[in-house]
């Protein structure tokens, strides 16, 4: 099984087109949202529908409650579905947040907090998005983390560790994460976007 992760979307509905077409061209099996479809950019509805229609994990983000709290979105239908969206999930054996292991909500995970947000951890693999950065953090026996390097389309080897990955943003790069859960390989890619003409 191999899935394309994403988050932060942030209204940029160009940019998550863009990354839908590129997961679907790698022939991933499923899509995987972590939140903050909502938010600065320029079309939030179109950005919804995109999730909701491609995506098989769909969470809610710290902007998308933000932006229900505000009633900055219709009365649509597509509002009573990101209303029923939490900020985390579990499929495949992955655990999935928005921010955080221990705040799934609002917490960034940073060299801080990685170690006690792996301790948190009880799968093997996890994924968080809210920082933008495409990140891999790997658990220490010690109870910290180590951030290891991470470049685009160069895979990293998951076995025989407990990993916490964020495949960085949408809105700020049309970036998502390659995940194939049978080798346990992520490979973070970049889609060819147009980026500085579609945020015009």
């Not at 998550?16 to 972590?34: F, K, M, N, T, Y």
Request: aromatic share 4%.
């Amino acid at each position: 099984m191999r899935v394309g992760v994403f988050a932060d979307v942030h209204a940029n509905a160009a940019a998550l087109e863009a990354v839908l077409r590129a997961a679907v061209d790698a022939g991933v099996d499923e899509l995987w949202s972590l939140g903050d479809m909502v938010g600065s950019g320029p079309d939030a509805a179109r950005a919804v529908a995109l999730v909701r229609s491609c995506c098989t994990v769909a969470l809610i983000g710290n902007h998308d409650r933000d932006e229900i709290a505000a009633g900055a979105l219709d009365g649509s239908d597509d509002l009573a579905w990101i209303r029923a969206r939490k900020p985390a999930a579990r499929r495949a054996g992955v655990q999935c947040w928005h921010g955080s292991p221990r705040h799934p909500v609002h917490e960034y995970v940073t060299a801080a907090n990685a170690g006690d947000c792996l301790g948190r951890q009880r799968s093997a693999v996890g994924l968080v998005g809210h920082t933008h950065e495409a990140a891999a953090w790997r658990a220490r026996p010690d109870g910290g983390a180590d951030r290891l390097r991470v470049a685009v389309d160069e895979p990293l080897d998951l076995v025989g560790a407990k990993w916490l990955l964020n495949p960085g943003a949408v809105s700020s790069g049309a970036c998502w994460l390659e995940l194939d859960l049978d080798d346990l390989v992520a490979t973070w890619r970049r889609a060819p976007f147009g980026g500085a003409a579609a945020l015009r």
